[in-house]
């Protein structure tokens, strides 16, 4: 299922881990430079970045439900390198999952009330 590849040891569900990737960052753990590199940013920055990630996961999502609108000849490719890919996607979408969280979190910090 989408988002569900999270490591354990980030939390036990996708939505408690996007929940607590700003504090995880902030704190110094995961994802604490690129934390760091966005509170540089201005308000329509962060908001642009928030936006491009929820695009690249609804096309992520997309080609999890139909893997030939990105990969021509899905079909003839070996299951090991098809598995691979969709895990992969998934990954991507729990990496921008917990991005848009930062970003959020990181607008709030600034006062900007996201």
Do not use: C
Request: charged residues 30%; positive net charge; proline residues 3%.
């Amino acid at each position: 299922k989408v988002g569900d590849m999270l490591s354990p040891a980030t939390a036990t569900t996708a939505g408690a881990a996007v929940s607590n990737a700003y504090e995880v960052a902030k704190a110094g753990g995961k994802n604490f430079k690129w934390y760091k590199l966005q509170l540089d940013l201005g308000y329509r920055q962060l908001q642009k970045g928030v936006r491009s990630f929820e695009k690249q996961i609804k096309d992520h999502e997309g080609w999890l439900r139909d893997p030939q609108s990105k990969v021509k000849g899905w079909e003839s490719r070996s299951p090991a390198y098809r598995e691979g890919l969709l895990k992969k996607w998934q990954q991507d979408i729990s990496r921008h999952r917990e991005q848009i969280a930062i970003l959020r979190g990181v607008l709030q910090e600034k006062g900007y009330g996201e």
